[in-house]
Each structure stands twice: as C-alpha cells, then as structure tokens.
C-alpha cells in the first residue's frame, strides 16, 4: 500500500498491554510500561503494517510510554525507525482522576458495580477528579482535525500509537459513530485498525 494514487493510509494501533492492565488497575495518565505480553503484541502489530507495505511519513502518539514504546515497537519491526514522531498530551488516555491506580475489582466495591460501570461506560459522566470519554474527544476531535488531518490531508502516511478511550473518540469523529455507540466498542490492544483516506473519505480496509 502507498499513496502514489492519490490515496494515503491513516492506521491506529492501541498500545499493548501495560503493567497496570495486567494488574487489574485503572491507568488512565499514570504511566506504566509494557508488559513482555504488550511488547509482543506491539510487535505484531508491526508484522500485520508490514504486511501491508504501508511507508508512513509521520507517527503520533501520547505523552505516555506505553503508547510511545509500542510505536517504537512498530516502527522498528517495519524498518521505519526514522519517521517522524510527534509526541501530544492531547492523544493521552482517558484521566480516570480518583480511580488511577485503584483495582477494578476493588473500585466496584467500594463505590458499587452500577457507578463503576457508568463511570467507565457512559459518554459523560466521569470519575471524582477525572474525564468522561467527552472530555477525552474534546481534546482529542480538535488536535486531529487541527494537526494530523492536515497531514493526511497533504496525502501523508498517518500513524497513530494511542489509547484505548482516545482511539474511541477518533472513531467516533472518523465513522460518525454516536455517543450512544462508541461506549459500547472495545477496542483491542495492537490490532491495528487499518483506514484508506480519498478525498476526505475514511474507509476501513
């Protein structure tokens, strides 16, 4: 894939997994590594882009390490370790405020399965102290269409290594998906979602 026919590729990969997935935590701007298991996750993710022959010109990602690793990841499993990178708070993960660093188990039983599970799952309401996902596409929506768009818009190849709640606003903004719809998407950590972008058309491929 490469964007000589007047197309370019915007992909997004989720960070793999972090030393505080795998501990059951809520990480939202704490700042973990990755784990073996996100290091190799990473990893294939870089064998799937390889697959696809895509030559980026530019990779963004967030303030935190286990994006910016799991890039790197990427990157050097596709022999482009000198594309441009550019690092943004606004691409951070969702701030869960008084949860980050709590166990999710233990967080359900102190404040009740029902808050938890419309903290975490509704559009907008957040934690004591954090973000809903609105907040996260309130920074989010304007740093893409501000500074990444215009990129794609230039017929660039776009790489983007983020977060979970940060991804979902990006498909939110991408797919025209409501706010009803995106809380119920998960999405999985180094799988890249793969889109082809035409004259301001985003198409997953």
């Known amino acids: 894939m490469n964007s000589s026919e007047n ?33 190799e996750e990473a990893k294939k993710a870089g064998e799937a882009i390889k697959e696809e022959n895509i030559n980026f010109d530019i990779h963004f990602t967030s303030e935190l390490k286990r994006a910016q690793f799991t890039g790197k990841i990427i990157l050097s499993e596709i022999g482009q370790e000198s594309t ?10 969702r701030d869960y405020g008084d949860l980050s660093g709590l166990n999710k188990d233990e967080s359900r039983e102190k404040w009740g399965e029902e808050q938890i599970h419309i903290w975490r799952r509704s559009f907008d309401q957040p934690p004591p102290g954090g973000e809903s996902l609105k907040d996260t596409a309130d920074r989010v929506i304007p740093y893409f269409e501000q500074v990444i768009e215009p990129k794609i818009d230039q017929n660039k190849n776009v790489l983007i290594c983020a977060h ?19 809380v119920k998407i998960e999405i999985a950590t180094g799988e890249p979602i793969f889109y082809k972008v035409k004259n301001k058309e985003f198409n997953r491929v």
């Open 7 to 39: 197309f370019c590729y915007l992909v997004l990969v989720r960070h793999g997994q972090s030393e505080w997935n795998a501990k059951n935590l809520f990480t939202g701007w704490k700042d973990p590594s990755l784990t073996n298991k996100g290091k």
């Open 84 to 93: 441009e990178t550019i690092k943004n708070i606004a691409l951070n993960e």
């Open 164 to 182: 979970g709640n940060s991804l979902r606003a990006l498909l939110m903004h991408i797919e025209n998906i409501s706010p009803e719809e995106i």
